[in-house]
């Protein structure tokens, strides 16, 4: 027996010195796991503040139609959506499969809270809401700058492109629609055309110029604006139909809000009246009546601009 002591003490020893090392390295790994999660996140800086964003989070919900269109595109999943006013190419969201976020303007917080979102994305109309939606999950505000639409478009896909893992794939297409831009401002650029942007709303018209929400038309195409000088604000400058025919555009662009919302007084309707009738646009067969669910409803995704790209390039055919 004594001569086994000296053994047993030494074997103890052994199991306590092993023990003890698995405990280290058990520390050491639950020690670097906040690292590694860490360095599965982003930064996100945005209009509303800095927001540390999961990369390739599952459950994200999306306010931003336009964001919506971008991310159908890019083939990332999305959980939730306003089910409002959905544009119809998009309208597999309306399904049961996804859960309805409430409206645009009205966000239903029982339901984006009851799914635990891993991200939330907003544009302008949720601004207000931003800090009862951060305290959800992470909320990122992609809002389109129109006064700066292509820096604006570009820098929200290619925030896409990161977030979930789609660099590459974001790359492409912003080169391809650039490249077809080129290819209309050279047009654009020898022609004498002007144009005017209208949006009818139920039997009234607003105008929209340069650095408004759809001078893309004038700011990206280079269409040559028919009035320079109209104010540029969110709602368009109020106009009369006098205003038209004073102006008299060569191009009108239309937007049926109408149709976009709901209503009883379409575009059509509203603007091929006799005063209209007398403007070169009217005369040369050159009133163009751009599709809302692309203008109206999801302006700057990758499906929308692409669109507007076709529609502004079909004018000058």
């Known amino acids: 027996m004594k001569k086994l002591l000296p053994f047993l003490l030494v074997l103890v020893l052994g199991i306590f010195l092993a023990a003890c090392g698995s405990e280290d ?179 009234k018209v607003s105008a929209y110029g340069p650095s408004s929400r759809f001078g893309i038309i004038h700011d990206v195409f280079g269409v040559e604006a028919a009035d320079p000088g109209i104010e540029s604000s969110t709602h368009g400058q109020s106009i009369t139909f006098e205003y038209v025919l004073e102006q008299n555009p060569d191009m009108l662009f239309v937007i049926d809000r109408t149709a976009a919302v709901g209503g009883e007084v379409g575009a059509q309707e509203t603007v091929e009246n006799e005063l209209v009738q007398k403007t070169n646009a009217y005369k040369n067969g050159k009133i163009f009546y751009l599709d809302p669910d692309f203008w109206y409803l999801s302006g700057g995704g990758l499906q929308s601009v692409n669109q507007m790209v076709e529609d502004i390039s079909a004018a000058y055919e």
Request: without cysteine.
């Open 25 to 203: 390295a058990k520390d050491e790994t639950n020690a670097a796991e906040p690292e590694s999660e860490k360095a599965e996140t982003i930064t996100v800086t945005h209009v509303l503040g800095e927001t540390e964003v999961p990369k390739n989070p599952e459950k994200v919900v999306v306010f931003d139609f336009g964001i919506l269109d971008s991310m159908d595109k890019l083939g990332v999943e999305v959980a939730a959506v306003p089910q409002t006013n959905i544009p119809s190419y998009l309208e597999k969201f309306e399904g049961e499969e996804y859960v309805n976020a409430g409206s645009l303007k009205e966000p239903d917080f029982e339901a984006i809270h009851a799914m635990s979102p891993d991200l939330i994305i907003i544009s302008g109309r949720q601004a207000e809401m931003y800090p009862e939606l951060e305290e959800i999950a992470p909320t990122i505000s992609m809002a389109l700058d129109t006064t700066d639409y292509m820096n604006s478009f570009e820098g929200n896909m290619q925030l896409l492109g990161e977030i979930f893992g789609k660099e590459d794939e974001v790359a492409e297409e912003l080169v391809a629609i650039n490249e077809t831009i080129d290819g209309i401002k050279e047009i654009s650029a020898a022609s004498d055309e002007r144009g005017l942007i209208l949006l009818a709303n139920e039997g």
